[in-house]
């Protein structure tokens, strides 16, 4: 499995790379205002639009990490303030398990 993806990583590294090398023509970049960039390679262009939208996908992504994050901390303190109120009243963790969690009850 593991020589598969390294077959499919140089596959792809060939793909991008004989992309790269086929699309050298210099082209006129416009921007607002009328400013113009004359002979830019078009394989810088497009590159620089993909790290661009790779960047704005990043920037969107961070909010929900964080809330997944937050949400994850909140749990696990509570899992440890449950665990401690456990071991404080003094059952065992099988004892303090109502058997309908465990296996539900069969209907009649």
Known sequence: MRYLVWVLRLLVFLVVLLFALKNTEPVQVNFFAEHIIQDVPLIVVMLGAFILGLVMGLLIMVG???????????????MDRLQERLE?????????VAPE????????
Not at 70 to 78: A, G, M, S, W
Not at 88 to 96: K, V
Request: proline share 9%.
């Open 64 to 78: 929900a990490v964080m809330r997944r994050r937050r949400e994850v901390n909140r749990l696990r303190r509570e």
């Open 88 to 96: 404080l009243s003094g059952q065992s963790p099988a004892s303090a």
């Open 101 to 108: 969690t465990v296996a539900p009850l069969a209907p009649l």
